[in-house]
């Protein structure tokens, strides 16, 4: 007997086109018609636990995922990226049908002032009180990466639709695609140099996100490598004037591209990480590293020309790396996206990147792949 929706909302028909199936193929999976899978994305019926627990399997998620209780029209079931029980103010945006919120806390809740939320979360995390519309999150997107040029993205982007929304939440290349794979974003930016043959990006892209099909689209290149103290006090010159000396190193996070960058130049020239004075001490931004050279707490930080130019630090260049937008392919015709997408192509949003030290902006816009 079928059991009809009741203050139940399905989500089925976005996590099943997100893994690439059609209704008959999913139907063969677990066992039922193809009609079946028709009535519960039309929310004409709800499965049993059985049925739910075989789609959930075979859509490799969580059966919440595919169900959900409907609340008032404020306060909905949210998926958050990250447990912070301290904190109850989110940046959140509608993602294949699930609200997803990350917590504003650290560096986070800043831009210029303290960011506003968009809802509050209810004490035990799993839902949260909107302060925005219904279509003003319809109409979020949700970026990560660490390119600052980000931010200049957002604002051409509002130029062209005041209605559209991004949140730039911060994070490394690898840290960003893990988030995009488990749905937690609609774009991620990563910013990997090519160290061997092929498209580093690409290749980072594909092992993360399992196979799934995406589309890799150029953003900015920007000049990576050390930042130092006005007029480079200590002659560095390369990575290897790091290795043997009293020079501090302040490094990245494993999983940051820079950290990456640092890695390859030290193994060409064949020097052991604990020959590099703070090879171990880690900090998790270009803003961080250029603060703690800027008040003497280090000689020297991986990080931008961008950056370094801000604070008044020298810089040191390594390479020139190009930041490219990950978008999965059922989120490529998401209204908002698609108007990332026609900006990425206007000429104004160009010529601002190339007066940014370091930046430049032939390839901005270009496909580079299809995964």
Do not use: W
Request: charged share 25%; with cysteine.
């Amino acid at each position: 007997m079928k059991t009809r929706y009741e203050g139940m909302i399905c989500h089925l028909k976005s996590v099943r086109q997100s893994r690439g199936l059609s209704q008959s193929q999913l139907a063969r999976l677990v066992g039922v018609k193809r009609q079946a899978i028709y009535d519960m994305e039309s929310e004409k019926y709800l499965p049993n636990t059985a049925l739910a627990l075989r789609l959930a399997k075979h859509l490799r998620c969580k059966v919440e995922d595919l169900f959900s209780e409907k609340t008032s029209d404020d306060e909905q079931p949210i998926t958050l990226t990250e447990e912070d029980r301290e904190v109850s103010r989110v940046a959140a945006a509608r993602i294949r049908g699930r609200v997803v919120g990350y917590p504003l806390s650290g560096r986070r809740s800043l831009s210029d002032g303290l960011r506003a939320a968009d809802g509050l979360l209810s004490s035990d995390g799993s839902t949260v009180n909107l302060f925005c519309s219904e279509e003003s999150l319809n109409q979020t997107v949700m970026l990560l990466g660490c390119d600052p040029a980000f931010s200049i993205l957002r604002t051409h982007v509002s130029r062209r639709a005041p209605e559209v929304r991004i949140h730039c939440l911060f994070a490394s290349s690898h840290r960003a695609l893990r988030g995009l794979a488990a749905g937690h974003a609609h774009l991620a930016g990563t910013h990997l140099h090519n160290a061997k043959p092929g498209e580093a990006n690409v290749i980072l892209a594909q092992s993360l996100l399992g196979g799934s099909k995406a589309m890799v689209v150029a953003y900015s290149s920007m000049e990576e490598g050390l930042m130092v103290a006005p007029g480079n006090p200590h002659g560095i010159r390369t990575v290897a004037d790091l290795a043997g000396s009293k020079v501090r190193l302040v490094n990245r996070e494993p999983g940051a591209a820079l950290r990456t960058l640092l890695d390859d130049h030290l193994n060409r020239s064949d020097i052991p990480h604990d020959a590099v004075a703070g090879y171990e001490k880690e900090i998790s931004s270009h803003i961080e590293g250029a603060q703690m050279v800027l008040y003497n707490l280090a000689d020297v930080a991986l990080g931008l020309r961008v950056i370094a130019d801000v604070f008044g630090l020298d810089f040191v260049p390594i390479e020139s790396v190009r930041c490219d937008l990950v978008i999965p392919d059922d989120l490529v015709d998401y209204p908002a996206v698609s108007i990332i997408l026609d900006t990425l192509q206007d000429r104004k949003l160009r010529e601002e990147l190339m007066t940014l030290p370091g930046y430049e902006s032939s390839h901005t816009g270009a496909v580079i792949a299809k995964l």
